[in-house]
């Protein structure tokens, strides 16, 4: 069985650019959410989807946003890039949405702003 | 707010110990605690799920234990070889209004000298 899928795994963008990170979860799960990982801030969470809905959003600002397509693939994009958007970008998947299921994680999009 | 406290941040022990690694949360509106591994630059390795109903998950060498009433989880590692140095994180999925946010500790370093 896959695991979960995350593309690109490597990127470098300056600041002021955009940028859309991709997400295929387990087959069969419904529920993505999204996680920024820094040394500073440790790991933060973003959103989550279930079923192409939005079920809980971290304290990001709305630069940070998301969306979930009919096969549960997620994609999260980031507007207007800064220095401080340099991290990595974690997408897990799960069999329910609102939080009872275990969590599986991908390997990450690694983000570097220039 | 969920705040997730991991205790030590960094451990090193030689090879064969047993070890034990700790995780505080303030809020115990939850309803399950994950035990993740990471490796450098690498995604996380679900390794237990307790469910909030639970008091203890077994796989391996590894034990998690839940005391949700006190806040609490130790994750406790038998055996430990050097295969086993990693960070481990802990985290806490939120019920109620914040249903499906995980809020995570910062991780203990642990390293296992041969």
């Known amino acids: 069985k896959a695991g979960v899928t995350q593309t690109p795994r490597y990127l470098i963008k300056t600041r002021g650019q955009q940028v859309t990170l991709s997400c295929s979860p387990i087959?069969?799960?419904?529920?993505v959410s999204w996680y920024q990982q820094t040394p500073g801030q440790g790991l933060q969470f973003l959103f989550e989807?279930?079923?192409?809905?939005?079920?809980n959003k971290g304290n990001f600002p709305g630069r940070f946003s998301g969306r979930q397509f009919s096969n549960s693939r997620s994609e999260m994009n980031v507007s207007t890039l800064e220095l401080g958007d340099s991290a990595l970008y974690l997408c897990?998947?799960?069999?329910?949405?609102?939080?009872?299921?275990?969590?599986?994680f991908g390997e990450g999009s690694r983000l570097t702003v220039l | 707010k969920q705040e997730v406290t991991q205790i030590p941040a960094a451990l090193s022990v030689p090879e064969g110990e047993n070890l034990v690694l700790n995780c505080s949360f303030t809020d115990s509106a939850i309803y399950n605690l994950q035990w993740f591994r990471q490796d450098p630059g690498k995604g996380l390795t679900s390794l237990l799920l307790?469910?909030?109903?639970?008091r203890e998950q077994t796989s391996g060498r590894l034990n998690a234990s839940l005391d949700k009433s006190s806040g609490r989880s130790t994750l406790y590692i038998a055996a430990s070889q050097p295969g086993d140095s990693a960070t481990y994180l802990c985290a806490v999925r939120a019920s109620g209004a914040n249903a499906g946010k995980s809020t995570f500790g910062d991780g203990t370093t642990l390293t296992v000298k041969p």
């Open positions: 307790i469910q909030s109903s639970q």
């Open positions: 087959s069969g799960h419904r529920s």
């Open positions: 897990a998947s799960s069999t329910t949405g609102g939080g009872t299921g275990e969590l599986f």
């Open positions: 989807y279930f079923s192409e809905t939005q079920r």
